[in-house]
């Protein structure tokens, strides 16, 4: 579940299980990130970890998302280069990928 660490109180995190950007791993995770700099996503890149950790935990759960689907789950997450329509084709692609 993808949480914004600015507003989380590490009280209410006690005891959990943590995954950071630095920790993104297994299929979904490398294929999403190999895809990001293939699209050459990133602009300033100061949104990215918070739009890959939302982009993955999407792909986690719905395999083959629409476009809705992508902009519900991705929309807590600003990016101020406007980076949207490659963070979009990027999850599509990595859906695409990993159903060979
Ligand atoms: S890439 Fe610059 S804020 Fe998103």
Aim: with cysteine; hydrophobic share 35%.
């Amino acid at each position: 579940m993808p949480t914004r660490s600015c507003q989380t109180a590490v009280g209410d995190i006690e005891g959990a299980s943590i995954t950071t950007i630095e920790g993104v791993s297994g299929k979904i995770g490398e294929t999403v990130q190999a895809v990001w700099a293939e699209f050459d996503v990133p602009q300033c890149g100061y949104c990215q970890s918070g739009q890959i950790m939302s982009a993955v935990a999407l792909l986690t759960e719905t395999r083959k998302p629409t476009d809705d689907d992508i902009d519900s789950a991705m929309s807590g997450n600003l990016c101020r280069c406007a980076t949207y329509h490659r963070i979009r084709a990027a999850i599509h692609e990595t859906a695409n990928r990993l159903e060979t």
